[in-house]
């Protein structure tokens, strides 16, 4: 092989790591923006899950709270006093009822923030991928420029192409294409 043809061949080399190096770093990026959204999300589910446990909590309480009343009404106490606990039972019966709904809110709203966590980690996921590609094609094609290997290159190249097509689907996610 010439030197002009080398070193034409090596240019290509050149460029193409370059290509593959600001991918590489565009994607380290997202995939980072993603992995922090990612937490953000994953903590304010965790509070949902905390506070739908302090409904129940709560919940828990006004039942044995009305269980009691009840039980004061088997008895047989005083009219004034059956129409007092009547009213209490009521009243907790409206709380619990009132808890029902609140904890209904809170865990649709906790699956809500799981829902766009899954679909951020796709998006971060991807990134993932295509930085690993990008990374495995720059490798083999500086140790193809190193020992003059064009096929090294060839396949950094072919690699390089895989990390394109999840670095593309970390933006759209046209694709579920993590292994």
């Avoid at 460029?15 to 304010?44: E, M, P, R």
């Avoid at 904890?103 to 829902?115: G, P």
């Amino acid at each position: 092989m010439s030197d002009t043809a080398q070193e034409k061949w090596i240019k290509w080399v050149g460029l193409t790591t370059t290509i593959l190096a600001v991918c590489a770093a565009i994607g380290s990026l997202k995939g980072g923006g993603y992995s922090t959204k990612v937490g953000l999300l994953t903590t304010q589910e965790s509070n949902k899950w905390s506070y739908f446990q302090s409904k129940s909590i709560k919940q828990s309480l006004m039942e044995t709270k009305r269980d009691m009343f009840e039980l004061e009404l088997l008895k047989d106490p005083a009219p004034l006093v059956k129409a007092e606990l009547e009213k209490k039972i009521q009243a907790a019966d409206g709380n619990i009822g009132r808890y029902d709904k609140e904890k209904a809110d809170i865990k649709a709203e906790a699956e809500k923030l799981n829902v766009e966590q899954s679909a951020l980690k796709l998006h971060g996921g991807n990134f993932g991928m295509a930085v690993m590609f990008f990374q495995i094609a720059i490798m083999l094609s500086a140790i193809g420029s190193l020992l003059k290997k064009r096929y090294a290159w060839v396949i950094g190249v072919v690699l390089g192409v895989i990390g394109l097509v999840y670095f593309v689907n970390g933006f759209f996610t046209f694709f579920n294409l993590m292994l």
